[in-house]
Every structure is written in structure tokens, then in C-alpha cells.
């Protein structure tokens, strides 16, 4: 058999050969009768690396763990999944937070959904210094893009966990000796009408708290963190709600959701909160 040659040397299939390839039968696009519209179906737990933007030095490389949904409606037996990945792809080798609208509407056109979700979750790193020798260690938070698309619609709601020091009041008022404190995580989610950066979001957190955390403590730094917490006792409901004011008062802020987990030192349970408005 004679094959052609194209302009770079490589042998390509006759016209005879294309015809005689079978086509490859699309189950997902087939008709589903069981009449039940999914309302996400698509991919969890997909690492990509992205760019966001850092207040202090523009712009900061992270890992994301993503998640890619749409609709499926009641009439279709599946979706296509490589699709989600071409969408993401196609939008070049690193995502940047300024494109999330232009995936979601892409996952609309490219899988024919009338909604479209994102959800990227990611460690976001500050550098700190101690409080009183000034040495510097990295700091790691949690943060989180959710965003969904319904029809021309975008919905974005940022998140971020923050890792803080309480100390209890009811122990301080009580022992002859100290309190007893604890790490908590704090988790706020808010809607915004304008950027709210992930920064001043943590720090609104840890200005709440009885102390923030540090990575990096020499003897003069832990003296006074553990006296400033002393200093500033909070239940995890004053947590919430210190948390809570500042976010009332922040004029870019529209909804919010805060929660707060004490990881007990002296139970074998940890304290809980949550409060949200808008």
C-alpha cells in the first residue's frame, strides 16, 4: 500500500483508510430515560498550579486543588469529563484568579450546561516577624475560590482558615494559677462587592483572637505572645462575634459567614461557634 507523505516527511492515512476506521460510539451524549436532572457532575480532587495576587508582592505561585462541575440535564445519560480538563488547560499553564470567569463560562459552552461551579482550594504563605525580635518565619493559611456561573450570573465567595490562640476567661477568673488556652481555627467566607484581599481578611482574624500564631518564637517572643493572651481572654463566642464586628464595618463586605473551633486543651471536645449575616 502506497502511502501519501506530507511537507515534514511524515506518512499520513489515505482517504481509503479514514473511511474504513469505524467511528467511536458516544455513551455519555446518549438519551438517559430515567428522567433525573444532576444538579453537578464533573471532577474532584485535580492539582494545578495558579498565580493570585499578593498584596505585597503582586502576585504569589501556588498548588490549587480543584474542583470543576456542571448541571447535566435529566434528558442526557452522562458528561464528558476530558472536557474539563481541556477547558482548564486551554487557559494556559498557570490560572490566574482574573480568569475564573472566563473558565466558568467556557465550561458552560464546551459541556452545553446552563451552570457551571469552580472551586479551587490552595495554601497562601505570609512572612512574619516575631513580636519582639523581629525574626522572620512563613506562615501558611488555607484559602478558597468559589465561584459559580448560572447563565451570565457569577457568584464568587472567598475563604480562608486561619489558625489562631485563645485563652479561656472562665479558667482565668477561676485558678489561682494561669488559664488554660488552645489553638482554634477560625473559617470566614464572605461575598464582596469589590477585592478584599486574602491578607487583611487573616488579619481581621487574628486581631480578634486572644493572640495570633507565629512559625518562628525565641524566648523574648513567647513571653510576650503567651502574656498577651493572658492579657486578652475569648471564649469561642466572643471569637466569633469580635470577628463578626469588624467584618460589619468593612464597606466592601455584602454577606459573610464565620466559624470557630477550639481545639480543647483540657477536654476531649472542641468548642464551636458560627454566625453568619447577610
Known amino acids: 500500500m502506497i502511502r501519501a507523505v506530507d511537507s515534514s516527511g511524515v506518512q499520513v492515512a489515505s482517504p481509503a483508510e479514514n473511511r474504513a476506521k469505524p467511528s467511536l460510539h458516544d455513551v455519555q451524549s ?5 428522567e433525573l436532572r444532576i444538579d453537578k457532575v464533573g471532577v ?10 499578593d498584596k505585597a508582592h503582586q502576585h504569589q505561585n501556588t498548588i490549587a486543588t480543584i474542583s470543576m462541575c456542571v448541571d447535566l440535564p435529566m434528558e442526557f445519560k452522562g458528561t464528558h469529563m476530558s472536557r474539563f480538563i481541556e477547558v482548564l488547560n486551554a487557559h494556559g499553564s498557570i490560572v490566574h484568579v482574573e480568569n475564573i470567569e472566563d473558565i466558568l463560562h467556557a465550561m458552560q459552552v464546551k459541556l452545553h450546561a446552563s451552570t457551571a461551579h469552580l472551586e479551587m482550594e490552595f495554601p497562601f504563605f505570609l512572612t512574619k516577624k516575631a513580636p519582639v525580635t523581629g525574626k522572620e518565619g512563613v506562615m501558611d493559611y488555607t484559602a478558597r475560590f468559589s465561584a459559580t456561573a448560572s447563565g451570565k450570573k457569577i457568584d464568587f465567595v472567598l475563604t480562608v482558615v486561619v489558625g489562631v490562640t485563645t485563652l479561656c ?9 494561669s ?11 464572605i461575598r464582596s462587592n469589590n477585592v478584599v484581599w486574602i491578607e487583611d481578611l487573616i488579619a481581621l482574624v487574628e486581631a480578634s483572637a486572644s493572640s495570633e500564631l507565629y ?4 524566648r523574648q517572643d513567647e513571653k510576650a505572645v503567651t502574656e498577651r493572651a493572658y492579657d486578652n481572654p ?7 462575634r469580635n470577628v463578626a464586628l469588624k467584618l460589619n ?6 454577606w459573610y459567614r464565620v466559624e470557630a473551633e477550639n481545639f480543647e486543651s483540657i477536654h476531649n471536645h472542641n468548642a464551636y461557634a458560627c454566625l453568619e449575616k447577610g
Not at 179 to 189: D, E, F, G, L
Open 179 to 189: 488559664a488554660h488556652n488552645q489553638r482554634s481555627n477560625v473559617t470566614v467566607a
Open 30 to 34: 446518549g438519551r438517559d430515560h430515567r
Open 249 to 254: 464595618d468593612h464597606r466592601n463586605v455584602t
Open 169 to 177: 476567661p472562665c479558667s482565668k477568673a477561676i485558678s489561682k494559677y
Open 44 to 53: 474532584r480532587g485535580l492539582r494545578f498550579p495558579i498565580q493570585i495576587r
Open 234 to 240: 475569648v471564649f469561642v463566642e466572643d471569637l466569633v
Open 215 to 218: 512559625s518562628l518564637l525565641k
